[in-house]
């Protein structure tokens, strides 16, 4: 719980649909958090009309070795 992973920099985002890009976009940049409250690489957010269920799962092509942890500050 708690570990910080992000998808690493060289993961390649071209031929996921453009909503899914976009979360592996941002996924590159901020990273997210684990929580060990649901299925394995399961990628949670807050429901919302505009986005599209069926681009975003896409995501679930992403393989775990695509992102790396990042060390917490001292």
Same mark, same amino acid.
């Given at each position: %719980? *708690? /570990?910080?992973?992000?998808?690493?920099?060289?993961?390649?985002?071209? *031929?996921? =649909?453009?909503?899914? !890009? $976009? $979360? /592996? #976009?941002?996924?590159?940049?901020? *990273? %997210? /958090? &684990?929580?060990?409250?649901?299925?394995? @690489?399961? $990628?949670?957010?807050? =429901?919302? =009309?505009? @986005?599209?269920?069926?681009?975003? !799962?896409? /995501?679930?092509? &992403?393989?775990?070795?695509?992102? #790396? &942890? $990042?060390?917490? !500050? =001292?």
């Amino acid at each position: %719980m *708690g /570990l910080r992973l992000r998808l690493k920099a060289s993961f390649r985002t071209t *031929g996921y =649909p453009r909503q899914a !890009r $976009i $979360i /592996l #976009e941002a996924l590159k940049r901020y *990273g %997210m /958090l &684990v929580a060990d409250n649901g299925s394995d @690489w399961f $990628i949670t957010g807050a =429901p919302d =009309p505009r @986005w599209s269920n069926e681009q975003l !799962r896409a /995501l679930k092509r &992403v393989p775990g070795s695509a992102f #790396e &942890v $990042i060390a917490p !500050r =001292p």
